[in-house]
Every structure is written in C-alpha cells, then in structure tokens.
C-alpha cells in the first residue's frame, strides 16, 4: 500500500490550563525534514515531537505547528503587594534622607523584579500534566495526518495502476507492430538486392544478401527490449503492494523503461511503433508525476 508525503493533520485539546492545537502538514522532499514550531513555554518537548513524526514518516517536508490559548489564572501573572510596599517604603525613606519631598507612583515600580511572579505551582506536577496534555494532543494530529497520506497514497495507487494497464497494452501493441515492419523491410530490402543484381555487371552472390537480410532482421528485433519492458512494469506493480517506502524504487524503475521505450523509438524506423513509443514515454511522464508524491 502507498503512502504520499503529502498530508495534513490537526488536533486540539481543552485544558483548564488553556486551548491547545497542533497542526501537521508536509510535502514531497527527497529527504526527512522535520521542522517543529512551539510557544515558548513548550520548547522542552520539541525533540520528543520531533521523535513522534520521525517514526511515522521516512521522507518528506513536515511542518508542525503547536499553539497554545492559555487560560487567564495561568497566563495572567499575581501582584505581589508586599514587594510594592517594600519598594515604596525603601523610596520614601531614600528621599526624607536626602531632603527631597515629592509623591511616588506605585505604577512606577510594576516593572521591578519580584513585583509581579507567575502563580506558585508544582514544577514537576506541572510538566507531567503538560506531557500528557502534548502526547494526546499530537497522537489525535499524527492519526490525522497519516490517515490523509494513506488515502491519498490510495488515489496514486489506483492513478498508477491505470496508466501501467496502458502501458502494458502498449507494450504488447509495439511488439507485434515491429515485428510486422521487420518482415515488410526484410521483403523491401530483398527486392532492392535483386534489382541491383538484375543491373549490376558482376554477380552479387547470394551468401551476400543474406548477410544483408539477417543484419537488417537483427536491427528491427525489439523482442529484447518488449521482454525487459514487461519486467519492469511487472516489477513496477508488485512494489506498489509493498509496505516498505518505495519511492524512490519506483523513480528507479520508470527511468529504466524509460530507456527501454527510448531504444524502441530510436531502432525501429517505422512511424507507427515510433509514435506508440512517444505514447509511452506521455504515459510514463504521468506516472513519474504522480510518484514524486510517494514515500
């Protein structure tokens, strides 16, 4: 079964410490490259989220985006007032010493260190409660995401297992057209020879033009490359069942036949089996199109 590399993935969790979202999406790439974008307080956990996605895809773009709308008692930080008086008191008591009467602002002072502090909380709790919180949250948007790939995956399946059919008929086509254009050039090349021996002065022998004719018979034989071009596209349908990743086997594969259609195109002369080989080569260019999306 195939999988693409395209795929996208979303979850959210509601948390009394806040709405948490996480958002996967990705792309063909030659390679794996995870990129893992966090708030600040989550950035502990960007290699475990790393970890996650590296064992569910072997190649491909992913992007990971993980968003949280804190509740206000954990976003909203607590005054601490006995701080502020202390500050306050310090200042009055300064300015008296040196003779200075003036009237201080509290909102002055907010910005000063131990003002404002985030609320008191079990650090250790905490974490463990916010690793739960992420595991759950990116194992509902890997479910996601890969259910997409393995569906998509099944659209290129059924897309490429199409065109190969055409490419099967054409292959068969090619090889009985050859073959018929051999024997019309060999008959062709026969009556050449006899004109040329009814005209000539010296007597061409007959060993001469059968070189001639098996020669000829030699360069129209596409039997060679119909048989290695069956190979391939039997070999192509059986990695489509694969459960290993197979793109890049695949990518393999097609520049083969590619070449094999080349070498049919170039050694026959015959304008029919040239354009079944041009149709061919249109039809693998729609299969290479689709497997650039395969893992």
Known sequence: MLTSMTGFGRASERHEAGQFVAEISSVNHRFLEVSVRLPRELLGFESSIQQKIREKAR?????????????PEYRILELR???????????????????????????TLLSLPGVFEAPLKDEEAWRVELEGIIDTLMENAINAWVLM????????????????????????EMGVAAEKAKEEAVEN????ILEVMALSEEAVKEQRLAQEIVLLS??????????????????FRDSLHSRDAVGRKLDFLSQEINRELNTLDSKVSASNVRWMAVEGKTTLEKVREQIQNIE
């Open 218 to 235: 030699d360069r129209w034989d596409v039997s060679e490359e119909t048989e290695r071009l069956r190979s391939h596209l039997l070999k």
């Open 81 to 107: 007032e006995e701080v502020l008086e202390s500050y306050l008191g310090r200042l009055d008591d300064f300015l008296r010493k040196i003779g200075r009467e003036t009237t201080i602002d509290p909102s």
């Open 59 to 71: 190649r491909g773009k992913v992007q990971v985006r993980l968003e949280v709308a804190w509740a």
């Open 149 to 172: 790939r393995q569906e998509e995956g099944n659209h290129l399946q059924e897309a490429i297992e199409q065109q190969l059919d055409n490419l099967e008929a054409l292959t068969g």
């Open 189 to 192: 090349l026969r009556k050449r």
